[in-house]
């Protein structure tokens, strides 16, 4: 087991050795969304909660994820960490055992963390916001990987600001000044990480509880696309899902716990960055490569 590291901190990830600005070939990185421990139990109403079964999910990705070779450049994990929200009962059981099992991913693969509305709270304030940040790091941050810039972004701020509208005016600040340097920047590939989708199918379709509103999204998908976005990461849907938007493809990565349709199974995406483009595939728990061409 290694020590469990706080990487994002003071809005950039500690966690890539060397200089990550320059493009030195392909590579790859491993996406999961939503262990969020403790769900199954409370989706099948059982008393007392308990997580033991996602605990076995996340190991058994863990271990996959560990024996691929080559190795991935990171595993990114797109939210809802857990399942109960700051402050309520059970939370910091949940948090011990996820950073229990995190700890056991390779020490040469960086983590890199997302906060989703379970871990910042539905509706979010600095305080909750802190509970996060303390145990995980900035809820938003950008950073280098393999040439390629990413940012990771706080979406819960998009679903809900009426306790937080300071905190959010900061992070689109924030975001705005690294929009801009992305394109300045003329890196090969802009990639945006958050928990909640801007689209699920399209970018035109309507406000649903899993998607972010319409006119906020188009706008900002065409700051995106004009920043040289090329591809947005999210989870929340509990199942696959996504679509292209201009130049933007929004890419949502089902659960590596409990999933919204009866017939999927947990797993992981497994992304390839090449000059040409950003290609991926999910994989079942079952059936994650060890071995991935890049």
């Known amino acids: 087991m290694t020590e469990f590291k706080i990487e994002a901190r003071d809005r950039q990830f500690y966690g890539f050795p060397g200089d990550e600005e320059k493009w030195k070939g392909p590579f790859f990185f491993i996406v999961g969304a939503d262990p969020q421990m403790g769900m199954l139990d409370t989706m099948d109403k059982k008393k007392p909660v308990g997580w033991e079964r996602e605990i076995q999910l996340v190991r058994k990705a863990i271990e996959a994820v560990n024996a691929m070779r080559p190795r991935p450049k990171f595993f990114l994990m797109c939210g809802d960490l857990v399942q109960n929200v700051p402050g309520e009962e059970g939370r910091e059981g949940q948090e011990k055992d996820f950073i229990a099992e995190f700890s056991k991913l390779d020490s040469e693969i960086p983590l890199v963390l997302v906060s989703g509305n379970h ?69 090969l590939h802009g990639i945006v990480c958050q928990h909640i989708p801007w689209f699920l199918e399209t970018a035109h379709e309507d406000k649903l509880y899993f998607n972010i509103e319409r006119d906020f999204r188009l706008a900002m998908l065409d700051k995106f696309d004009d920043a040289g976005v090329k591809a947005v990461f999210s989870g929340h849907y509990h199942q696959n899902a996504g679509g292209v938007y201009k130049g933007v493809e929004q890419i949502v990565t089902s659960s590596m716990g409990w999933q919204q349709r009866e017939d999927d199974k947990p797993g992981i995406r497994v992304v390839k960055v090449t000059e040409e483009g950003i290609f991926h595939q999910y994989y079942e728990m079952d059936h994650i490569p060890s071995t991935v061409e890049v």
């Not at 509706?123 to 390629?148: C, L, M, N, Q």
């Not at 940012?151 to 701020?157: E, P, T």
């Not at 600001?161 to 992070?171: F, N, P, T, Y």
Request: proline share 1%; net charge negative; glycine share 8%.
């Open 119 to 187: 871990d910042v709270g539905r509706i979010p304030d600095r305080e909750s916001i802190k509970v996060f940040t303390d145990k995980f790091g900035d809820d938003y941050f950008g950073f280098w990987a393999g040439g390629v810039r990413f940012l990771v972004l706080n979406s819960q701020l998009y679903d809900n600001d009426s306790k937080a509208k300071d905190v959010r005016e900061e992070h689109d600040a924030w975001l705005e000044n690294q929009l801009k340097a992305m394109k300045e920047s003329g890196c």
